[in-house]
Nanobody, 122 residues
Framework: VQLQASGGGLVQAGGSLRLSCAASGRTFSTYFMGWFRQAPGKEREFVAAVSRIGGSTYYSDSVKGRFSISKDNAENAVYLQMNSLKTEDTAVYYC????????????????WGQGTLVTVSS
């Protein structure tokens, strides 16, 4: 599967952004999907994940209650709605796909998009 992330940009603290990840292929519904992010000088970290049919979602503690992940198998897309953004959310955001049940373990995701930059200003 090939992934294309989009929707990043510059936003003020407290604002919102919606990231999208478009996937190619006809087996999108079989993939567990995740969003990860990497801030300058830091390691990549888990943000959110969604199960194959979109019924279960998982979040890091740092974004829980502010971010929402969703999966649309009919559209071959996964979304990350980000509300109440903070300056510490500034990072390149990556979507990833896994044929395994992967949750926050980046090593279990075999397919990665190119990343989209989110910058939150104070």
């Amino acid at each position: 599967v090939q992934l294309q992330a989009s929707g990043g940009g510059l936003v003020q603290a407290g604002g919102s952004l919606r990231l999208s990840c478009a996937a190619s292929g006809r087996t999108f519904s079989t993939y567990f999907m995740g969003w990860f992010r990497q801030a300058p000088g830091k390691e990549r970290e888990f943000v959110a994940a969604v199960s194959r049919i979109g019924g279960s979602t998982y979040y890091s503690d740092s974004v829980k209650g502010r971010f929402s992940i969703s999966k649309d198998n009919a559209e071959n897309a996964v979304y990350l709605q980000m509300n109440s953004l903070k300056t510490e959310d500034t990072a390149v955001y990556y979507c990833a796909a896994s044929s395994l049940t992967s949750y926050s373990d980046s090593k279990r995701y075999a397919y990665w998009g190119q990343g989209t930059l989110v910058t939150v200003s104070s």
